[in-house]
């Protein structure tokens, strides 16, 4: 019994380490997830919605906290039961998502999965991963005190098979930050251990890491970028549809729902069956307004499908980005919250721009009018386009943040508080 819940708190908390540091790696990824799920179209929890990016830190945080303090097996009484309702917490999320088909990507990995293994879960994958969680935690919530916290074995021998754990996870998310993260702190642990109160000391630095890391990528960018405009990435290729590169396609298909006109009885059909059976010539059943896409085949998706932007006349103007030989983007997917403390610096690239014949343009979600006050406010002439915030949100984690393309190919990203000084680069 002991050994089994030994390996309990070692693959439970190990899970909790990495799915942690992935949403530390982007916070403000997680946090526009969870705009999603506070949506009125999902559980219409819009109290929440201005507070998503400290919710999204604090959750990280916890898990980030609560994995280690698993396999560190400190105050077990405490952080097996608040890791429960956590994982109770994160499987009512998945299976309101599966159950009423309101978000079909559940952001459980946020988008590491996408970005190395190539998809994401889907709702119902989520919602069984909570549930394998939930299940591995129950006899750690009822037998938790016949765990030892510590010993010479412990530091022996668990330690260095949850360093596995966690490096085997980062092979898979192609980041190895994350076992690189976890051997830091073990090796700063193993080096203090005698001393006293070793246990709090353990809380404190694990914390201060977690803090440390959260406070970078806020700050800068994520260290890991799992977005399909990460650096060195072709925006072309990306959006490949699946007929050019000769990859099967997703099927779609809807789904009906129909009422008995006699019995009042519902009826769910796809579309195919609902063609087979010939229901339309069937008086009886009335369609109701109520339809839904499902998917009948998933195939290939590009990693890029709404790359779409417009000029004032509302010409279409991707294709201007795509191939310009060097362009650089300023991306502002809200003008009024974008932090502006650094627009000199960003004055400064557009001048290096027109110095060496590169085009710079301005990307944004807010209105012309929005953008026209922007304008005369900094006094700053720029060329812009408009386009869709979330999109803006996907291109980089920064408003502003700045993107040099060359020939559709990302050669550099910046955070407004790395804006560099080109003309010394050059």
């Given at each position: 019994m002991r050994y089994f819940l030994y390996a309990c708190?070692?693959?439970?908390?190990?899970?909790?380490?990495?799915?942690?540091?992935?949403?530390?790696?982007?916070?403000?990824?997680?946090?526009?997830?969870?705009?999603?799920?506070?949506?009125?179209?999902?559980?219409?929890?819009?109290?929440?919605?201005?507070?998503?990016?400290?919710?999204?830190?604090?959750?990280?945080?916890?898990?980030?906290?609560?994995?280690?303090?698993?396999?560190?097996?400190?105050?077990?009484?405490?952080?097996?039961?608040?890791?429960?309702?956590l994982t109770i917490f994160f499987g009512f999320l998945t299976f309101y998502s599966a159950y009423f088909d309101v978000v079909k990507d559940c952001g459980c990995f946020g988008d590491a999965m996408k970005g190395s293994v190539g998809r994401s879960l889907t709702p119902w994958e989520s919602f069984s991963k909570d549930m394998i969680l939930f299940a591995l935690l129950i006899p750690l919530v009822i037998w938790h005190e016949k765990i030892s916290e510590g010993s010479c074995k412990h530091e022996l021998v668990?330690?260095?098979?949850?360093?596995?754990?966690?490096?085997?996870?980062?092979?898979?998310?192609?980041?190895?930050?994350?076992?690189?993260?976890?051997a830091m702190f073990l090796i700063v642990y193993v080096i203090i251990r005698r001393?006293?109160?070793?246990?709090?000391?353990?809380?404190?630095?694990?914390?201060?890491?977690?803090?440390?890391?959260?406070?970078?990528?806020?700050?800068?960018?994520?260290?890991?970028?799992?977005?399909?405009?990460?650096?060195?990435?072709?925006?072309?290729?990306?959006?490949?549809?699946?007929?050019?590169?000769?990859?099967?396609?997703?099927?779609?298909?809807?789904?009906y729902r129909l009422k008995n006109k006699k019995t009042g009885e519902l009826l769910k059909i796809d579309d195919r069956k609902y063609m087979e059976q010939a229901l339309w010539q069937d008086t009886n059943w009335e369609m109701q307004t109520e339809?839904?896409?499902?998917?009948?085949?998933?195939?290939?998706?590009?990693?890029?499908?709404?790359?779409?932007?417009?000029?004032?006349?509302?010409?279409?103007?991707?294709?201007?980005?795509?191939?310009?030989?060097?362009?650089?983007?300023?991306?502002?997917?809200?003008?009024?919250?974008?932090?502006w403390g650094n627009i000199c610096a960003i004055k400064e690239a557009q001048a290096f721009a027109e110095q060496t014949h590169a085009k710079f343009v301005l990307l944004t979600a807010s209105s012309w009018q929005e953008i026209k006050d922007f304008k005369e406010t900094n006094n700053f002439e720029v060329l812009a386009y408009q386009g869709d915030g979330t999109t803006l949100k996907t291109v980089i984690r920064a408003n502003p943040g700045l993107v040099q393309i060359k020939s559709a190919t990302v050669v550099g990203k910046w955070h407004y508080?790395?804006?560099?000084?080109?003309?010394?680069?050059h």
């Open positions: 708190s070692l693959v439970v908390g190990s899970v909790f380490i990495v799915s942690g540091l992935i949403k530390v790696n982007d916070i403000l990824g997680f946090s526009y997830k969870l705009e999603e799920y506070f949506s009125p179209q999902v559980l219409n929890w819009t109290i929440f919605y201005p507070y998503s990016t400290p919710f999204a830190a604090f959750m990280a945080f916890l898990e980030v906290f609560l994995g280690a303090s698993l396999v560190m097996r400190w105050k077990l009484r405490y952080v097996t039961y608040v890791t429960f309702a668990y330690l260095p098979i949850s360093l596995l754990l966690v490096g085997a996870l980062s092979w898979v998310f192609d980041w190895f930050g994350m076992a690189a993260f976890w001393t006293r109160r070793i246990e709090i000391i353990g809380m404190v630095l694990i914390a201060v890491l977690t803090l440390l890391s959260m406070y970078i990528t806020y700050e800068h960018l994520p260290f890991k970028d799992y977005l399909p405009y990460a650096e060195g990435k072709n925006l072309r290729q990306e959006m490949k549809t699946c007929a050019e590169l000769n990859l099967p396609c997703t099927e779609m298909g809807f789904l339809i839904q896409n499902i998917v009948y085949t998933q195939g290939y998706e590009p990693s890029i499908h709404d790359f779409v932007f417009f000029d004032e006349e509302g010409q279409e103007m991707s294709e201007e980005i795509l191939s310009a030989p060097n362009i650089f983007v300023l991306i502002a997917y809200n003008l009024q919250t974008a932090n508080n790395d804006i560099p000084a080109f003309n010394d680069l």
